[in-house]
């Protein structure tokens, strides 16, 4: 299967003709861009003339869109385990494209790995700003992944960027990927990109918290993120860089972005802890425990266990209330257990990882709904400011909210997080 984008529409404009196959996936905006350049979409053969409007498309309207079966939910991390109510759909325009018409690079007529044993359409380059330990890791999996045409590092410290691209492009031959991998020193040289992965900035040292950083980070943060608006203004950018939620929403201002092409990751992470920590506790294996780690990336984090299963079952019956409430606790403080171990630097494994998953889900566009910080839009009661939900995730960026059942008390802490959240950013302005 292939997904047709308004560029692939706009190569074609001069044949007047695109020939798309019967399985392919036609955006909106591609239907769009066919109707204003007189451009006729052809399914299977030349002879067979089909409406665009008649094609399947990559995002329908989402208010719209029925939720797939909770149980073909994503699962890593977060099935949702009881049913969902549909994405609000509040940060869209009902109808409108994902994201604006101008360069975004058309899949590539080749296809790659999802790493779920799927195809994916190739995408032209992901950049990495920060080629640190977690933009290290990130760029590894991210080339692993072959589906990319290139992978860029971007670091103020070149010579860092371009050491960690070669040592990785070296690997090529043992992961078995094609994709180009460069480092440089800075965003304009590494040229236009569909996905970029902000990871600049400073990491804690042992006593920090991740707040103590929001100065200095903020300062990186905007400046990278206003960058990415001039050469790539059609991104989606990942943020990593911490106080993650705070950050998140700083590069969203700083980038003028809508709100669907700026997220941050900090919930498949602290999910993947959990899952990890649950499994020590007598949860059967980690890949089988689903949850869901929302709120903030700290203090605020939220785990609520009335969505938590193990096995498809709910997770208390397999493991008691004090050493769940124990695994949360310690997911909580994951990150301080980790950056104590190590005294320089903090956690990258698993945060490297997990940004790579947020991407590459994108890219495969399967609607995988995963925690995520996004800007909340009215759903659980809370507007205006990014905090850690449930967000389908595709091509463009957020698809849409994704409404949990949650106990009152769980909806409260989700609400506290935000709150708390939105102090921070007081502060930060
Ligand atoms: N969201 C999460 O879940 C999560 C998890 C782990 C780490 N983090 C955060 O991610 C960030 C990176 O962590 P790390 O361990 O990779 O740190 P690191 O110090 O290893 O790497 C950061 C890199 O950013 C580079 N950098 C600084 N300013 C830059 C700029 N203006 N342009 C380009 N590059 C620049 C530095 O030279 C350095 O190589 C930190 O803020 C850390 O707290 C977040």
């Not at 949702?80 to 609000?88: D, E, G, L, Q, T």
Request: glycine share 12%; hydrophobic share 45%.
């Amino acid at each position: 299967m292939t997904v047709w984008g308004a560029a692939a529409v706009d190569e074609a404009a001069g044949a007047g003709v695109v020939h798309v196959g019967a399985r392919d996936v036609v955006t909106p905006l591609a239907r769009e861009r066919a109707r204003e350049l007189g451009v006729e979409i052809v399914v299977g053969s030349p002879t067979a003339l089909v409406s665009p409007a008649a094609l399947p498309t990559a995002g329908p309207p989402l208010a719209t869109r029925p939720l797939p079966d909770p149980a073909s939910v994503s699962a890593r991390p977060g099935s949702a385990p009881r049913p969902v109510r549909p994405p609000s759909g509040a940060l869209f325009r009902r109808g409108a494209p994902l994201a604006p018409s101008s360069g975004r690079p058309s899949p590539r007529r080749g296809s790659a790995a999802d790493g779920r044993g799927g195809r994916v359409a190739r995408v032209g380059r992901v950049v990495v700003v920060g080629a640190g330990n977690v933009g290290m890791i990130a760029a590894m999996r991210l080339a692993d992944a072959d589906t990319f045409d290139e992978v860029v590092l971007v670091d103020i410290d070149e010579g860092r960027a371009a050491g960690i691209a070669l040592d990785l492009s070296h690997t090529a031959a043992l992961s078995g990927f094609t994709t180009r991998v460069r480092g440089v020193g800075t965003v304009e040289e590494a040229g236009h990109a569909a996905y970029v992965v902000l990871t600049a900035g400073r990491p804690r040292t042992p006593g920090m918290s991740r707040s103590d950083l929001i100065a200095t980070n903020a300062e990186i943060v905007g400046d990278v993120a206003a960058r990415v608006a001039r050469t790539s203004p059609d991104a989606v950018i990942v943020v990593v860089t911490n106080p993650l939620d705070e950050m998140t929403q700083h590069a969203w201002v700083s980038s003028g972005f809508p709100p669907q092409r700026v997220v941050g990751m900090a919930g498949v992470l602290d999910t993947a802890r959990f899952q990890a920590l649950a499994s020590l506790a007598g949860a059967g294996a980690a890949d089988g425990v689903a949850a869901w780690a929302l709120g903030s990336h700290g203090e605020e984090m939220v785990i609520p266990l009335s969505q938590a299963t193990a096995g498809g079952r709910p997770i208390l019956e397999r493991v008691g209330p004090a050493d769940l409430d124990a695994a949360v606790d310690r997911a909580r403080g994951s990150g301080a257990e980790v950056v104590g171990l190590l005294r320089s630097g903090s956690a990258f494994m698993a945060p490297g990882m997990s940004a790579a998953r947020m991407v590459l889900a994108m890219v495969a566009d399967r609607g995988d709904v995963m925690p995520a910080a996004v800007l909340a839009d009215g759903s659980y009661g809370i507007r205006d400011v990014y905090v850690g939900l449930p967000a389908r995730l595709g091509r463009g960026g957020v698809l849409g909210i994704v409404e949990l059942d949650l106990r009152p008390a769980e909806l409260a802490a989700l609400r506290e997080a935000a709150e708390r959240i939105r102090e921070r950013l007081g502060a930060l302005t």
